[in-house]
């Protein structure tokens, strides 16, 4: 069974930075296209950003410019690192394939405060 072990959420003042990390256990992680996705309060589950496994990523409008995302193969982890955060990138932060096709895992949360 693949699990998706998400640490690096906090609390944090508008215009500061905090770095996710995803471990995968179980997953050949090298094939998958994967994506950090985020669920503010009151709202769907959204992807934030993706990455393929030519490292090629894709980012929604809201985070360009301001959210970067990376893949170690090695380690079977990927990461998002986030600057210039705003409140409204508040939220729990997931990482799962691209397609969202496995189990979510527990989430980070991250808090922007104004």
């Known amino acids: 069974q693949v699990q998706l072990v998400v640490s690096g959420g906090g609390l944090v003042q508008a215009g500061g930075s905090l770095r996710l990390s995803c471990r995968t256990l179980?997953?050949?992680?090298?094939?998958?296209?994967m994506g950090w996705f985020r669920q503010a309060p009151g709202k769907q589950r959204e992807l934030v950003a993706s990455?393929?496994?030519?490292?090629?990523?894709n980012f929604i409008d809201s985070v360009k410019c301001r959210f970067t995302i990376s893949r170690d193969n090695d380690k079977a982890s990927v990461f998002l690192e986030m600057n210039d955060l705003k409140p409204e990138d508040t939220g729990v932060y997931y990482c799962?394939?691209?397609?969202?096709?496995?189990?979510w895992g527990q989430g980070t949360q991250v808090t922007v405060s104004s």
């Open positions: 799962n394939v691209k397609s969202a096709r496995l189990a």
């Open positions: 179980g997953l050949i992680f090298e094939y998958n296209e």
């Open positions: 990455i393929n496994g030519g490292h090629r990523t």
